[in-house]
């Protein structure tokens, strides 16, 4: 049988022998012809060739391995930005930005600006009159009266005196060294156990406080990174989110070098897109997300449906709670019932819920929960290290304030269940009334099918962003929406005490009139700004909310010039 293969196996040691020979051709054939060509060009085609392969190279591995299409992009602005003319351009409208951002801040009449400290001391009468005059005229939104989109979660009078009360006792209490003020654990444990009860934990369920929704996100985000690196040795790991989840997502890819990958919602509902989650998922997914309900539209993803997908790949399965975490758990008995949404539902392994929004907690405190305390382990820091001792700390922060600590701990005990049952009925009637009376404005139409605390709506006819402008002219502060354009409103309990809905729901018909009538008016504010910013790629609009910070941390703008007693004088009036 050999021997009957021979005369094959000659005839591919031929063909072999062949393509040698023919390979070996080639460097001769290349010196042949560039024999001719100067050095200096040889070099530079060669350079120019493999930083071209680099990029190209570059490109195909975002796609695949990426953030997709949207990564290639991307990576093609940033070479294209490194061209003298198009940085220049860059510059020329981040510029233009700051010169617009300065315009807008007003000076209120004989206002001191503080370039170095004090060489003497104030006084406690005169410090305490600068901080009223400071707070009441530079003016703001009047958001005690409802005029305001979230922002300010606030509970009623009754309920802040108590919470100034409570952190003044707390004032100088620091949980980094809890041997000195056991009085913290107790509470902040405490308030960990609660929440975990309100969303249903079993017995090893758990988790930590932290500053904010975004550092409670970034902790999940980090746990599930460092679990997928020790476990299984991910190097690369990614997370797919749907694009209506909260951007503190991309926040955590960026801090943590986690590619996140973000899929479509439904145009029509909003939800979170499943097949397209399902396709995502790859061998470096480390967890999924899901938002109830998400920032923008206020809708309820179908948090079973992918926590599902996430347990049959062994993954873990975050749910973003932080806007209605204190909404959600209590609409069953306020007379609004939910699908499943917390730890009931089999495959979700963390979520983070926000007490500092309708828990009325003072900022600065949120809760990121998980279903075991060994996820919770890779979110711990620790270095055992260095010469001061073994540092550890549980969060991204080392000091942290003790007294929003109990605020919040206070917060949370004065309400009580019955507290939370009586504002989630208030604030999810407000919403759905609110769904209502927009729905039948010509010319409107809400934005999904919002259903606990959010409505967001846009505009048939016209840019519902001039309406924004409008609405601000008229003393509302509402949140513009992008992709597509939009209105949101997060319905506090403020909104739903007075007659705030009315005054709403009165300037925003007046407003859509005005435009039905009008509809070609050119944009300006705020609505040029963001009509804008959708035309351009992500990495360009960077560079104007890079200068927004450059002007929010000037004291004192260039055309203005300062007395040695503080006085500002300016061309600007």
Known sequence: RNATRLPVISAHLMSISSAMEMLGSIPEKINERYADTPPSRLMAGTALGTLGSLALYNMWYEYKYGEGI??????????AKRLPPVAAELKKKKDEAMVHLRSDYKRYSGEKVRLQLPAKGMSAEEVKQEAVDINTKLEGIDWVNGRA??????????????????????????????????????????????????????????????????????????????????????????????????????????????VVQRTPSCPKTGKADLDAIRRAINKNTVCLVGSAPQYGWGVIDDIEAIAKMAKSKGIGMHVDACLGGFIIPFMAEAGYPLPPFDFRVDGVTSISVDTHKYGFA??????ILYNSQELRRFQYFSTPHWPGGIYATPTMAGSRPGNIVAGAWAAMVFMGKDGYINTTKKIVETTLRLKREISAIPGLHILGDPIACVVAFGATHFDPLILADKMTAKGWAL???????????????????????????????????????????????????????????????TEITDAFFDVYYEPAFPDEKIAEDGSVSSAKK
Request: one cysteine or more; aromatic letters at 8%; a neutral charge.
């Open 479 to 541: 949140s513009r929406l992008q992709f597509p354009s939009g209105i949101h409103l997060s319905v506090t309990y403020p909104h739903t005490q007075g007659t705030a809905m009315d005054e709403f729901i009165r300037d925003l018909k007046e407003g859509t009139a005005e435009l039905m009538s009008q509809p070609r008016q050119p944009p300006s504010g705020s609505a040029a700004m963001y009509g804008s910013a959708q035309k351009y790629p992500r990495s360009i609009v």
């Open 70 to 79: 949207n990564g290639v992009k991307e990576s093609g602005i940033r070479l």
């Open 362 to 367: 003072p900022k600065g405190t949120s809760t």
């Open 149 to 258: 989109t979230g922002a300010v979660y606030h509970g009623g009078e009754e309920l802040s005196n108590l919470l100034t009360d409570v952190c003044k006792e707390f004032q100088w209490t620091n949980p980094l060294h809890a041997d000195m003020f056991p009085g913290l654990k107790k509470m902040e444990s405490e308030i960990i156990s609660m929440t975990v009860g309100m969303y249903n934990g079993g017995a090893n369920a758990c988790g930590v406080l932290t500053s904010g929704g975004t550092e409670s996100i970034l902790m999940a985000m980090r746990a599930y990174k460092e679990r997928a690196k020790a476990q299984h040795g991910i190097s690369r790991p990614n997370i797919i989110v749907p694009e209506s989840a909260h951007a503190a997502f991309d926040k955590a890819g960026n801090y943590f070098g986690i």
